[in-house]
Nanobody, 125 residues
Framework: QVQLVESGGGLVQAGGSLRLSCTAS????????RAWFRRAPGKDREFVAA????????YYGDSVKGRFTISRDNAKNTVYLQMNSLKPEDTAVYSC??????????????????WGQGTQVTVAS
């Protein structure tokens, strides 16, 4: 089992920044990639960003490209999501996920084996 705990959410004004953290514990060895997804009220889950185990490759959803950056510190088993130029439409519960499955579809939520509980991000206009 892998436990994922998110932190760093909160309320921010439009144009502001937040940094989310996701720390993993348990049987993390063998994790292929980690990702962030979000779900806004009344909407489907949306892929935000993913990063491979080594950090060599990163992937982003179209709506966040150029504004969000995913990174990782393997010594701390932690993945970060730096969110800049936030917009009200970024308001959502952000959840991190981990997959042990090889593949190329990082945006596919079904690929991920473990999920955190989520952290609320609210962007005020």
């Amino acid at each position: 089992q892998v436990q994922l705990v998110e932190s760093g959410g909160g309320l921010v004004q439009a144009g502001g920044s937040l940094r989310l953290s996701c720390t993993a514990s348990g049987r993390t060895l063998g994790t292929i990639a980690r990702a962030w997804f979000r779900r806004a009220p009344g909407k489907d889950r949306e892929f935000v960003a993913a990063i491979t185990r080594t950090g060599d490759s990163t992937y982003y959803g179209d709506s966040v490209k150029g504004r969000f950056t995913i990174s990782r510190d393997n010594a701390k088993n932690t993945v970060y999501l730096q969110m800049n130029s936030l917009k009200p439409e970024d308001t959502a519960v952000y959840s991190c996920a981990a997959t042990f499955t090889y593949g190329t579809r990082y945006e596919n939520a079904a690929r991920y084996d473990f999920w955190g509980q989520g952290t609320q991000v609210t962007v005020a206009s």
